[in-house]
């Protein structure tokens, strides 16, 4: 007498379950593969006055600079529109880097909180843009703000729109040339 043999039919879908969980479970995990950068350490340099008794310093960006990318432009190309560099990403949001720049560069807290102005930026630029193929420069464009003790209203301001060369037609030659705007 011969036992009846098991057919494979109804184990195959299982067996190619199990195989493709297993398969899937033995592939290493890829980190992504972009640089982070930032405006580097502080410079040797002392903190200035700004002339007038700050209370406090704060950077706001545009909604488009709300992000890490480091974005840049194709002005000979394409002037409206903005990209970003899919290797390369901030360490933190623009107004976050330039406001620690700036408190790094400004003593504030010089008067009493009541007696002091605060010290606005509003970022509304801040990207590397390509003249060319090869040569670009790091933009940024900016209001600083002046406003009162205690009534928070305007007592100056001042638009500024500040650009440097980049060393490089790259994300590394953009994070230069911005540091130095």
Known sequence: MTLPRPSLCPMIPSLLIAALLAGCTGLPRVAPAYAVHDFGGPDPVTARSPGVPLRGLEVVAAPWLASTAMQYRLAYAQATRRQAYVESR????????????????????????????????????????????????GVVEARAVLLAPRTDQLVASRSFSLARPAPSADALGGVSALRAS
């Open 90 to 137: 901030w360490a933190a949001q623009p107004a976050q880097l330039v406001e620690l720049a700036l408190k790094r560069a400004i003593r504030t807290g010089e008067a009493g909180a009541g007696g002091a102005c605060r010290l606005r930026v509003e970022l509304d630029e801040f990207a590397q843009v390509f003249d060319g193929e090869a040569v670009s420069r």
